[in-house]
């Protein structure tokens, strides 16, 4: 099996650290940085083959966008090139309806109360993305 690289995007340390654990002790080589300015510089010089995209990033840069904003960006500029997983903290009220119809996400994350909610569940999910992009 090849190594699959994964990028991470969100602004919370802790949160980059569990995913990036969990996913590098599957395997997967993973990226993981804070703004989408950092998300950029890696997009532009590697491929990537999923990416997680927090909803809502914050940082110091006031030229930096949000994570939907990011999103659209990446549908732009880059297609169908990968599946992406949007993780959000908040609630899911009406964002799976509206980011799936608008950029075709198939994939919601909740992170709730500071963990996963269920990390067998999110490891199936990665493999299962990943073996459908394999297969289209």
Do not use: C
């Not at 989408?36 to 909803?55: C, E, G, Q």
């Not at 549908?75 to 799976?96: A, C, H, N, Q």
């Amino acid at each position: 099996m090849p190594l699959h690289r994964i990028l991470i995007v969100d602004d919370q340390q802790n949160w980059r650290d569990v995913i990036s654990s969990l996913l590098a002790s599957d395997g997967y080589e993973v990226n993981s940085v804070a703004s989408t300015a950092d998300a950029w510089r890696l997009l532009d010089n590697k491929s990537f083959d999923i990416a997680i995209l927090d909803v809502r990033l914050v940082d110091d840069d006031p030229f930096d966008v949000q994570g939907i904003e990011l999103l659209e960006q990446m549908k732009t500029r880059l297609g169908d090139r990968f599946p992406i997983v949007i993780m959000t903290g908040y609630s899911f009220e009406g964002l799976e309806k509206n980011v799936s119809n608008r950029y075709g996400v198939k994939a919601f994350l909740h992170k709730g109360s500071g963990k996963l909610r269920n990390i067998k569940e999110f490891r199936s999910l990665i493999k299962n993305l990943l073996a459908n992009a394999e297969n289209d």
